[in-house]
């Protein structure tokens, strides 16, 4: 074992030129998710994508699937079935062999535990506690569209079908950035990775705390989305609090060497990727959001305050 | 991947001398314990049991265990405390590693995910389906003590405290077999196991079914513990049925090349440890049973019949 607790996977030594990764996660029915608003489709493939999220956050690619599920009566075979089914869709997309695990009765409501492997070259692993100043903060895609998707499933606002398609997709279908973990991690410039499942000023903490360093985030280079820019106007919603704060999105935040930006910047447009480079880790305690009007505050896990 | 559903474990090729074991199971408070019977530190032993068996049914050696739980209102910190704690005793006997995994809330009950990985040496894996007829089956410990403890619990007979402190203990605290699976595993005589969780009718039953053999067993060759017998006889209970019909005893199950059997005993000899020849493989498509007075049965999953 090099590494327990704490990063988004277990890294573990197998003896050759690769790691072994292993993520896990619980799924309980109306604490993760609610049966009204996803389909059975819907519930299975999330459940797997936030496991190969936490693979892609340490660089690996994911490997074999061990699903345990507890099954309460009102749970019929069909659903079970379509479950299975939407997991399996997003596991041949990725390459993952779904394999048995354990099956049992629930008495109330429906429970799904995902083990994930996967592997990593050894001189690629990407952890959390290794960000260093002067750094720069890169995101691999939008964030906050699936913190706007559960609002407009949760409060039905009057949004137009195409923007509210797109942010509940977000939420309810989330795709893990594998190709995009694996780029970085290959690039020999990303130092330190995370997977935005909290939002940005809870895992940027993260490396934050890990590494022991500073942050500073930019209003003006954080990526918004059309929808998530619509969806805030009629919602009359602070798009800066969904951006920063929202979870689940499963974009990847990671720490780039300066001098290997171009290089990875390049990598991403070869594959026809986006990525936004939103600040700079530095020395200090703690994190610095500066805002549009160049307002500084402080940036903390789900907000922020006017620095003083 | 060299072999996935179906077996103790999955086995998982890992490019160097030994397979990659993965095992994972849910347990669901109400569905397989109670509270009120197992104190936290037993449930949290017996979880981690149960999963190290499936470990030593395929030979290998356990190694890191991945835990997720759920957690209600109704269960608090010292309770939370006390199941990592019961479970970081076994894995201290079995050289485990407890690794962090999810934790999330639940609104009813409890529930407890493992995975749990181990190593196999590559030409030492056993499988559930490589038995051939003329194998001798062995057992690893005496059965039917988990379903006579579990029975005691749940019926409260007047039985000495100290027999069903035996049987109670079985049932609540379980002891994988890794030893025992390690030595038939390296003796090159073993052909075929699994661990005894669902009682000998149904896992032989699993040996025979994929293996494509049949079975006889002798019921003067099962070994019957002294508490067992006691609770039997003061419980009016048939101990057949205990013995070949009752679960959750974590012994191994095995097929052996008969030419292969006195190195194996001399090898369980030597490390102190019981082995029960208890009958033998055949060609054929069903179970038998021959009792004390040569009586021929039928052997099924949870029962036998007279023979036609």
């Not at 988004?8 to 990764?21: K, S």
């Not at 608003?37 to 936490?54: F, M, Q, Y």
């Not at 706007?148 to 977000?170: N, Q």
């Not at 505050?297 to 305050?305: A, E, N, Q, R, Y």
């Given at each position: 074992m090099?590494?327990?607790?704490?990063?988004?996977?277990?890294?573990?030594?197998?003896?050759?030129?690769?790691?072994?990764?292993?993520?896990?996660?619980?799924?309980?029915?109306?604490?993760?998710?609610l049966?009204d608003?996803?389909?059975?489709?819907?519930?299975?493939?999330?459940?797997?994508?936030?496991?190969?999220?936490?693979?892609a956050?340490?660089?690996g690619?994911?490997?074999?699937?061990?699903?345990?599920?507890?099954?309460?009566?009102?749970?019929?075979?069909?659903?079970?079935?379509?479950?299975?089914?939407?997991?399996?869709?997003?596991?041949?997309?990725?390459?993952?062999?779904?394999?048995?695990?354990?099956?049992?009765?629930?008495?109330?409501?429906?429970?799904?535990?995902?083990a994930?492997?996967?592997?990593?070259?050894?001189?690629?692993?990407?952890?959390?506690?290794?960000?260093?100043?002067?750094?720069?903060?890169?995101?691999t895609?939008?964030?906050?569209?699936?913190?706007?998707?559960?609002?407009?499933?949760?409060?039905?606002?009057?949004?137009?079908?195409?923007?509210?398609?797109?942010?509940?997709?977000?939420?309810?279908?989330?795709?893990?950035?594998?190709?995009?973990?694996?780029?970085?991690?290959?690039?020999?410039?990303?130092?330190?990775?995370?997977?935005?499942?909290?939002?940005?000023?809870?895992?940027?903490?993260?490396?934050?705390?890990?590494?022991?360093?500073?942050?500073?985030?930019?209003?003006?280079?954080?990526?918004?989305?059309?929808?998530?820019?619509?969806?805030?106007?009629?919602?009359?919603?602070?798009?800066?609090?969904?951006?920063?704060?929202?979870?689940?999105?499963?974009?990847?935040?990671?720490?780039?060497?300066?001098?290997?930006?171009s290089?990875?910047?390049?990598?991403?447009?070869?594959?026809?990727?986006?990525?936004?480079?939103?600040?700079?880790?530095?020395?200090?305690?703690?994190?610095?959001?500066?805002?549009?009007?160049?307002?500084?505050?402080?940036?903390?896990?789900?907000?922020?305050?006017?620095?003083k």
């Open positions: 090099v590494k327990g607790i704490g990063d988004d996977c277990a890294v573990i030594t197998i003896g050759g030129p690769e790691y072994l990764l292993v993520t896990t996660d619980l799924f309980v029915e109306k604490v993760h998710f049966m608003w996803a389909t059975p489709e819907s519930i299975g493939a999330k459940v797997l994508a936030t496991n190969i999220s936490d693979i956050a340490c660089g690619v994911p490997r074999d699937a061990f699903v345990s599920i507890a099954v309460p009566e009102h749970i019929g075979l069909d659903w079970l079935e379509a479950f299975y089914a939407g997991m399996a869709g997003l596991a041949r997309s990725f390459a993952v062999n779904v394999l048995g695990g354990d099956t049992t009765r629930s008495r109330s409501d429906f429970v799904a535990n995902i994930l492997t996967g592997l990593v070259p050894v001189s690629e692993v990407l952890f959390r506690h290794t960000a260093r100043p002067n750094d720069l903060i890169v995101l895609g939008p964030t906050g569209e699936s913190a706007a998707g559960a609002e407009i499933l949760l409060e039905r606002p009057r949004v137009p079908p195409d923007v509210a398609g797109v942010l509940v997709r977000a939420h309810l279908e989330p795709v893990p950035h594998v190709l995009q973990g694996r780029i970085l991690a290959a690039s020999g410039a990303c130092t330190a990775a995370i997977d935005v499942s909290d939002g940005i000023s809870s895992d940027l903490g993260h490396i934050c705390r890990d590494s022991e360093v500073a942050a500073v985030v930019y209003e003006d280079k954080l990526p918004v989305s059309d929808a998530l820019r619509q969806a805030g106007t009629i919602m009359g919603k602070d798009l800066l609090d969904w951006i920063l704060n929202g979870g689940e999105d499963y974009v990847l935040l990671a720490a780039v060497d300066p001098d290997g930006l290089g990875i910047e390049r990598s991403f447009k070869e594959h026809g990727l986006p990525l936004f480079p939103i600040g700079e880790f530095c020395r200090g305690s703690h994190m610095e959001l500066i805002k549009k009007d160049d307002s500084r505050h402080i940036l903390k896990p789900g907000g922020w305050d006017h620095f």
